[in-house]
């Protein structure tokens, strides 16, 4: 877990799977390939917490940390789900400077904040004794808040300096939904793009991690390229997609090729 936090604070990209199917067998082929992390989506994806923790788990098999998503404002989870083992976790809809003590204060021991003791598997996970992990966890903990409305946009600056806030992860489909009234979504509207390249400067000048999400391997290529600290690249659900896309077109294209021998 110290490694994890690490590594995403290294300055060198991490790419992030974005896990929807709640099953740790999908979490577990998805770990095979070399992402540097999963996100685990609660909020929109098929996630509960029952399949987190178990997905936490198949993902540490593969020495993968994992990013929980949780619902908005379900805090409690945060805390339970740091507890059992997430690498830290991210917040939907961070509106205001109350809304990112309040997450704060569910990821962060006192004095800091007011998570409650009871990290039994994380201590495992974390390969740490009892004190050790109490000492240590406010820094490897990670709260990553969503930044993706206007609102949030407007005080970003004021949401990242919140003691306790690691990093933002900023939602491209929501903050385009609200930046054009809710006309369309457009995640690559140049107003979205001045918003990743305004919140990504604002956390390099406080030290903070830089996250979002991209649809597709360019995307992800590109704002990597840009400074992010962790990019998503795709999801399950495109990756289903592109497999059986490959498998089907390269079945129907052999059969086209009379003779042509598949060696199995
Ligand atoms: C968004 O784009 O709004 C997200 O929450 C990430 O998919
Ligand atoms: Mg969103």
Same mark, same amino acid.
Request: hydrophobic residues 45%; contains cysteine.
């Given at each position: 877990?110290?490694?994890?936090?690490?590594?995403?604070?290294?300055?060198?990209?991490?790419?992030?799977?974005?896990?929807?199917?709640?099953?740790?067998?999908?979490?577990?082929?998805?770990?095979?390939?070399?992402?540097?992390?999963?996100?685990?989506?609660?909020?929109?994806?098929?996630?509960?917490?029952?399949?987190?923790?178990?997905?936490?788990?198949?993902?540490?098999?593969?020495?993968?940390?994992?990013?929980?998503?949780?619902?908005?404002?379900?805090?409690?989870?945060?805390?339970?789900?740091?507890?059992?083992?997430?690498?830290?976790?991210?917040?939907?809809?961070?509106?205001?400077?109350?809304?990112?003590?309040?997450?704060?204060?569910?990821?962060?021991?006192?004095?800091?904040?007011?998570?409650?003791?009871?990290?039994?598997?994380?201590?495992?996970?974390?390969?740490?004794?009892?004190?050790?992990?109490?000492? *240590? =966890?406010?820094?490897?903990? &990670?709260? $990553? !808040?969503?930044?993706?409305?206007?609102? @949030?946009? +407007?005080? /970003?600056?004021?949401?990242?300096?919140?003691?306790?806030?690691?990093?933002?992860?900023?939602?491209?489909?929501?903050?385009?939904?609200?930046?054009?009234?809710?006309?369309?979504?457009?995640?690559?509207?140049?107003?979205?793009? *001045? =918003?990743?390249?305004?919140? &990504?400067? $604002? !956390?390099?000048?406080?030290?903070?991690? @830089?996250? +979002?999400? /991209?649809?597709?391997?360019?995307?992800?290529?590109?704002?990597?390229?840009?400074?992010?600290?962790?990019?998503?690249?795709?999801?399950?659900?495109?990756?289903?997609?592109?497999?059986?896309?490959?498998?089907?077109?390269?079945?129907?294209?052999?059969?086209?090729?009379?003779?042509?021998?598949?060696?199995?």
């Amino acid at each position: 877990m110290g490694a994890c936090a690490a590594k995403l604070r290294s300055g060198k990209p991490s790419y992030a799977a974005w896990s929807t199917i709640a099953n740790p067998v999908v979490v577990e082929a998805i770990a095979q390939h070399g992402f540097d992390v999963i996100v685990l989506d609660g909020q929109h994806g098929h996630h509960t917490r029952e399949s987190m923790f178990q997905c936490i788990a198949a993902a540490a098999l593969y020495d993968i940390p994992t990013l929980p998503r949780i619902g908005v404002g379900n805090f409690a989870d945060a805390s339970q789900l740091c507890d059992a083992g997430a690498c830290g976790i991210i917040a939907p809809m961070i509106n205001t400077v109350e809304d990112a003590r309040t997450f704060a204060s569910f990821i962060k021991f006192p004095p800091q904040g007011e998570r409650s003791w009871g990290p039994n598997r994380a201590i495992t996970l974390s390969g740490l004794d009892r004190d050790s992990y109490f000492k *240590a =966890a406010n820094g490897f903990t &990670l709260s $990553i !808040a969503m930044i993706e409305t206007r609102e @949030a946009l +407007t005080i /970003a600056e004021d949401i990242l300096s919140v003691p306790g806030i690691d990093g933002f992860l900023i939602g491209p489909s929501d903050l385009s939904i609200s930046l054009l009234d809710g006309a369309r979504i457009d995640t690559v509207h140049p107003d979205v793009d *001045a =918003a990743l390249t305004h919140v &990504l400067a $604002i !956390a390099r000048r406080l030290g903070k991690i @830089a996250a +979002t999400f /991209a649809p597709n391997a360019a995307r992800a290529a590109e704002l990597a390229a840009r400074g992010y600290d962790i990019v998503t690249a795709g999801t399950d659900q495109s990756y289903l997609s592109l497999g059986i896309a490959a498998e089907l077109g390269g079945a129907k294209q052999m059969a086209a090729q009379p003779g042509a021998k598949s060696g199995y």
